[in-house]
């Protein structure tokens, strides 16, 4: 499973492609908005700091000025993936840009319905919610494993891209459901390294090779 850190922050990005775990990266509007500067200038040193698919989200909802806007971000670095949500509109501009060689990523998807949609457009990736579906007690992971049997039935090439992961449990779900992208915020990343025992361990083999020096 591939990890992209699901933020903005180019600190966030740096600091978890230090640890060499980072395979990509995607934002939204909201992401971007808590971030000072001008949003094509934080996608290009985003690019900069990352070796893979950077996801960046036009927000116009027409299909001719998200069309103009998804090509605009294409071109600010060869590793942008345009995310486009889950609307009529979208997955006619999912396909023009498709064709021409330009990946896309439906975003905001709650159910395999929308995600079948998405995979007949040719989208490069597909972007489920997980959290947001638990939210309203729906349950995040059913909608992605009936996504992974449904593109495993017809070798849809569509990435599945876990999103709306809100804490490790999510991480988890993602991973035994087998998606093959999981995109988490910089806390949640952290998150995964923790274990008491781990630490505890740590303590205890350090104070005993203390003790044996003296
Ligand atoms: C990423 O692609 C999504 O925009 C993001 O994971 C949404 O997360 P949220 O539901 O916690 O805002």
């Not at 591939?2 to 492609?17: F, M, Q, S, V």
Request: with cysteine.
């Amino acid at each position: 499973m591939k990890i992209y850190a699901d933020t903005a922050n180019i600190e966030e990005i740096k600091n978890i492609a230090a640890m060499g775990l980072l395979d990509g990266v995607t934002t939204n509007p909201s992401l971007v908005a808590k971030e000072k500067g001008e949003f094509k200038e934080i996608m290009a040193n985003i690019c900069e700091a990352v070796n893979g698919p950077v996801h960046a989200e036009p927000v116009s909802l027409e299909a001719g000025p998200m069309e103009k806007e998804s090509r605009e971000l294409a071109e600010i670095h060869k590793n942008i993936v345009v995310k486009i949500p889950m609307i009529p509109t979208g997955l006619a501009v999912c396909k023009k840009l498709s064709q021409d060689d330009i990946p896309v990523n439906i975003t905001l998807v709650f159910n395999a319905t929308q995600a079948l949609l998405c995979a007949k457009t040719g989208a490069a990736y597909v972007t489920p919610f997980l959290g947001r579906l638990d939210d309203i007690s729906n349950i995040g992971v059913e909608m992605l494993s009936d996504i992974i049997q449904i593109y495993e039935n017809y070798a849809f090439e569509t990435e599945i891209l876990a999103a709306s992961l809100r804490h490790p449990v999510h991480v988890l779900e993602a991973a035994l459901a087998g998606a093959d992208i999981a995109t988490i915020p910089a806390k949640v990343f952290h998150q995964l390294f923790k274990h008491p025992l781990t630490d505890r361990g740590i303590e205890a083999f350090l104070s005993d090779w203390e003790k044996a020096k003296k």
